[in-house]
T-cell receptor, first 116, second 112 residues
Framework: SAVISQKPSRDICQRGTSLTIQCQVDSQVTMMFWYRQQPGQSLTLIATANQGSEATYESGFVIDKFPISRPNLTFSTLTVSNMSPEDSSIYLC?????????????FGPGTRLTVL | GNSVTQMEGPVTLSEEAFLTINCTYTATGYPSLFWYVQYPGEGLQLLLKATKADDKGSNKGFEATYRKETTSFHLEKGSVQVSDSAVYFCALRSPGTYKYIFGTGTRLKVLA
């Protein structure tokens, strides 16, 4: 298993500003993921972050809006840039133990973002 | 493409009632299936999983059986408690991929 922490746990931001969310894992992992959970919605994968390479973004998400860093095997950041009220969501970090589909992913507690 | 369909909530039950939350999926091959739970103000936690047909996942009194013939993975509990109030997500993961496909979630409210 993996224990994941996120900072901040919540924030209220003004439109046009940016927020960087941190994700820390208690063990080294290859794959880290960033999800968005809009109010009353399911989880949507934003991007996959591998250490030492650029993040891979899902359809509808771009690096300019959601830049990601992955400086080592236990840490990643997601920045939500030039925010608008539509970016109000819970942002979750998750990790995966490997490419065995029987493995579950472990999720952080989430960052609840409100954009005014 | 792959997809997961869950029954819409909210589901409101009295304590000790029987719970069923329906989940059906569309996928090629033999995906692994998961139920995650999200308690108020918290992140997702794995509740149970099944990785092949006819497997039964179970945890904390919850059960779900991987039914290949009906492409279903319904979540059941014989006697719910107030503490089970949460949002429940069904999800699948196809072999050889990292990507999860989540259902829209079902909110359960259990009344004392």
């Amino acid at each position: 298993s993996a224990v994941i922490s996120q900072k901040p746990s919540r924030d209220i931001c003004q439109r046009g500003t940016s927020l960087t969310i941190q994700c820390q894992v208690d063990s080294q992992v290859t794959m880290m993921f960033w999800y968005r959970q809009q109010p009353g919605q399911s989880l949507t994968l934003i991007a996959t972050a591998n250490q030492g390479s650029e993040a891979t973004y899902e359809s509808g998400f771009v690096i300019d809006k959601f830049p990601i860093s992955r400086p080592n095997l236990t840490f990643s950041t997601l920045t939500v840039s030039n925010m608008s009220p539509e970016d109000s969501s819970i942002y979750l970090c998750s990790v995966d133990a490997g490419l065995d589909s029987r493995n579950e992913q472990f999720f952080g507690p989430g960052t609840r973002l409100t954009v005014l | 493409g792959n997809s997961v369909t869950q029954m819409e909530g909210p589901v409101t039950l009295s304590e000790e009632a029987f719970l069923t939350i329906n989940c059906t999926y569309t996928a090629t091959g033999y995906p692994s299936l998961f139920w995650y739970v999200q308690y108020p103000g918290e992140g997702l936690q794995l509740l149970l999983k099944a990785t092949k047909a006819d497997d039964k996942g179970s945890n904390k009194g919850f059960e779900a059986t991987y039914r290949k013939e009906t492409t279903s993975f319904h979540l059941e509990k014989g006697s719910v408690q107030v503490s089970d109030s949460a949002v429940y997500f069904c999800a699948l993961r196809s072999p050889g991929t990292y990507k999860y496909i989540f259902g829209t979630g079902t909110r359960l409210k259990v009344l004392a």
